[in-house]
């Protein structure tokens, strides 16, 4: 598993945990046949909001450092992670300046958005 998915994985939970979560299905009625259980529509996350709910949160630069946002997550923040994060996220030639810094955040902040999260703008420009 990458440095993404594990991103991904601490914000959103895994599959097992998502697997564990069903919906009850209708109990018949003596009037009326059980209808089919359509599956509940999957909302966006507010990652915003969970990433805030966090345990740490309010002691991290989550918002707009990349290693922050590792920590907050439980993630090792060093280089060599930083590096394959951005290797995965297109940037092969990552040296850890703080400008590949700020791009991986938003790169990373970006791939959340197009995996079902809802990120505010800010966290994407």
């Known amino acids: 598993m990458g440095i993404f998915s594990s991103i991904k994985n601490a914000i959103f939970g895994s599959k ?15 009037t009326a ?13 507010d990652v915003a909001a969970r990433l805030d709910a966090m345990e740490g949160a309010d ?10 946002l590792m920590k907050l997550l439980g993630l090792d923040p060093s280089f060599a992670n930083r590096k394959e994060l951005a290797g995965e996220l297109g940037d092969t030639n990552y040296s850890g300046s ?14 959340i958005a197009k995996n079902g999260g809802k990120v505010p703008a800010e966290f994407l420009d």
């Open 16 to 30: 097992a945990e998502a697997a564990e979560v069903k919906p009850a299905a209708p109990a018949p009625t003596a």
């Open 98 to 111: 703080a400008d590949e810094n700020i791009w991986l955040h938003k790169k990373t902040m970006q791939e």
């Open 33 to 45: 046949p059980a209808a089919p259980a359509k599956p509940a529509a999957i909302s966006e996350l």
């Open 59 to 68: 002691k991290l630069n989550w918002r707009t450092s990349i290693v922050d």
